[in-house]
T-cell receptor, first 109, second 117 residues
Framework: GIQVEQSPPDLILQEGANSTLRCNFSDSVNNLQWFHQNPWGQLINLFYIPSGTKQNGRLSATTVATERYSLLYISSSQTTDSGVYFCAVPKAAGNKLTFGGGTRVLVKP | GAVVSQHPSRVICKSGTSVKIECRSLDFQATTMFWYRQFPKKSLMLMATSNEGSKATYEQGVEKDKFLINHASLTLSTLTVTSAHPEDSSFYIC?????????????FGPGTRLTVL
């Protein structure tokens, strides 16, 4: 099945800093989602981005489907950005998502 | 975005009892819902696909008699952990698929933390 790898696994940021999270996937996909899991466990949809670039406030994402990777940019990080960021892509058949291992982000005040 | 609810958010039970978790899509209909399990500091692991009007399909290694799934309507799926044991303690998360002309996007419930004593 498709493999999804995220890097880095852990990230510590000072409030106000910028960062880039990466998601690599092993096969071509027609769908990619980024999520933020907050400290209470809720997964929040950040982006649905099969290709191209999208922006939402201080967050933006770019997916280069032909090169099988996606990037999530966090600018001017805030303590509320802490949590785990996951990317997920569909498995070969159907709509089942395969999740990457996540990037655990801690933003220090 | 679409809203998915789960109930209960937290449950503690004795070994041997059964626990039912509900997953509802509040503002859209979902013919397909998914159930995931997450261990501490780990990623989400898909357990099964819940299909309205038909049997659930389970991922390899997931016991269907242990984790009973019922998709009673287009907005409700339930997961019943039967004869729960301490090793079933985990964070269970459901999701519902919202489809449109240009997208197929999953939205997640807030999760249920199960502790089996």
């Amino acid at each position: 099945g498709i493999q999804v790898e995220q890097s880095p696994p852990d990230l510590i940021l000072q409030e106000g800093a910028n960062s880039t999270l990466r998601c690599n996937f092993s096969d071509s996909v027609n769908n990619l989602q980024w999520f933020h899991q907050n400290p209470w466990g809720q997964l929040i949809n950040l982006f649905y981005i099969p290709s191209g670039t999208k922006q939402n406030g201080r967050l933006s994402a770019t997916t280069v489907a032909t090169e099988r990777y996606s990037l999530l940019y966090i600018s001017s990080s805030q303590t509320t950005d802490s949590g785990v960021y996951f990317c997920a892509v569909p498995k070969a058949a159907g709509n089942k998502l395969t999740f990457g291992g996540g990037t655990r982000v801690l933003v220090k005040p | 975005g679409a809203v998915v609810s789960q109930h209960p958010s937290r449950v503690i039970c004795k070994s041997g009892t059964s626990v039912k978790i509900e997953c509802r899509s509040l503002d859209f209909q979902a013919t397909t819902m998914f159930w995931y399990r997450q261990f501490p500091k780990k990623s989400l692991m898909l357990m099964a696909t819940s299909n309205e009007g038909s049997k659930a399909t389970y991922e390899q290694g997931v016991e269907k008699d242990k984790f009973l799934i019922n998709h009673a309507s287009l907005t409700l799926s339930t997961l019943t952990v039967t004869s729960a044991h301490p090793e079933d303690s985990s964070f269970y998360i459901c999701s519902a698929y919202m489809t449109g002309f240009y997208y197929n996007e999953q939205f997640f419930g807030p999760g249920t933390r199960l502790t089996v004593l």
